[in-house]
């Protein structure tokens, strides 16, 4: 006898159904996985972590013995006491106060100081306030100035041997003598200076203007000084 099996019996039918429910739920799984959300673990502090050590280590004090104070005997009474009487006499310093009372008046000096005026000990003629003042020649500090160097143009043409140039056998031309001397605070002529181009006629040029009369002297700040002057002395040789 064979035995038929119920066509609804047989699971073979409804593999494909079982594939795609398997399939199904697989997908749903994989998804819950991906949105599932996770967060940190977070670990409570619970401070540090004291051990206790009483058990194994036990701390022994030891302490310190001081050694005992030795206490110095006081030093013996004398039987007598002598008062000794000093007999040298001691000076008290008496510190007055410097504090003035409203009552006394205080007297305050007024020292006037002169301040002593620097003054040159010589002055160029260019500067100077008052001209050395030539023998004969009056009038203001312009008209002074003008008649002083007039007055010596004068003197040296008049006392210069201008026929030594030629005796030296100098060559022709134009020859230039500077002479430079001071009108002392005396009114004296000192410090006479010559450069040319000969030494007879560095000789010539000092010995006339040391030929120059005494002059009332300059000044500066009203007083005497002496003045520089710086003379040129030109002449033509032929």
């Known amino acids: 006898m064979q035995i038929k099996k ?13 594939m795609q429910l398997g399939l199904v739920l697989a997908l749903l799984i994989v998804y819950l996985a ?19 050590m009483a058990d194994e280590e036990q701390t022994i004090d030891i302490e310190q013995v001081k050694p005992p104070e030795i206490k110095t005997p006081p030093p013996p009474t004398p039987d007598k006491i002598e008062v000794v009487e000093d007999e040298e ?4 310093t ?4 410097t504090e003035t009372n409203e009552k006394e008046a205080v007297v305050v000096k007024i020292v006037e100081v002169e301040e002593e005026e620097e003054v040159m000990e010589d002055v160029p003629f ?8 030539y023998p004969g020649c009056k009038g203001n500090k312009d008209q002074l100035r003008e008649c002083l160097q007039t007055e010596i143009t004068k003197h040296v043409n ?12 100098l060559a022709p031309g134009v020859k230039r003598i500077f002479v430079m001397f001071k009108i002392d605070k005396d009114g004296s002529i000192t410090d006479v200076q010559a450069r040319a181009p000969h030494v007879r006629l560095q000789e010539e040029a000092i010995r006339v203007i040391n030929k120059l009369p005494k002059m009332t002297p300059g000044k500066q700040r009203g007083r005497p000084v002496g003045v520089k002057y710086s003379l040129p002395i030109a002449f033509k040789v032929e």
């Open 34 to 52: 991906i949105e599932k959300k996770t967060y940190d673990r977070v670990i409570a502090d619970l401070g540090p972590v004291v051990l206790n």
């Open 126 to 133: 260019a500067i100077i306030e008052d001209v050395p003042v």
């Open 158 to 169: 008049k006392n210069f041997n201008s026929e030594l140039a030629s005796d030296l056998g």
């Open 6 to 18: 119920n066509p609804k019996a047989n699971l073979e039918n409804y593999t494909r159904i079982f």
């Open 89 to 92: 006499e001691i000076e008290e």
């Open 94 to 97: 008496v510190i007055e106060s």
